[in-house]
């Protein structure tokens, strides 16, 4: 049996997904997939917090909640996190098209969608 610590993780309300999937890709652990057409954690292990997935929910149906879970295991992370690297699908800057590759993007919600704004973009939506 696995010891359990009380740690932040990703909680996912069924009523309120859409099963879009748009949190799966920011997972970059893979603890987050699509089953039977909803977003599900499926291994507390991968899921690290850190709630990248929270931003571009479109339906707010990610939460971040304090419970019991299994601790983070990095050395499972760290195998699924290369894995994905060799599928890798750059995501873009819904203002000026740049890439994840040349500049830091962050999720975030406009005019009802859920997309990504890089660094360079973000301080106009900021400051208008």
């Not at 696995?2 to 879009?20: K, P, Y």
């Not at 507390?44 to 929910?57: I, S, T």
Request: aromatic share 4%; with cysteine.
């Amino acid at each position: 049996m696995s010891t359990t610590i009380t740690r932040q993780i990703v909680r996912i309300d069924e009523e309120l997904c859409n099963g879009c999937g748009l949190c799966v890709s920011p997972c970059a652990e893979g603890a987050i997939v699509l089953v039977d057409g909803k977003a599900r954690v499926v291994r507390d292990e991968l899921c690290d917090g850190a709630g990248f997935c929270l931003g571009v929910c479109p339906t707010g149906a990610l939460t971040l909640e304090m419970r019991d879970a299994v601790p983070f295991d990095h050395a499972a992370a760290e195998v699924i996190v290369a894995e994905k690297k060799t599928n890798y699908i750059a995501q873009h800057c819904y203002k000026c098209g740049t890439s994840e590759d040349d500049r830091p993007l962050l999720p975030v919600r406009t005019a009802g969608d859920s997309t990504w704004v890089c660094t360079r973009c973000l301080p106009a939506l900021i400051h208008g």
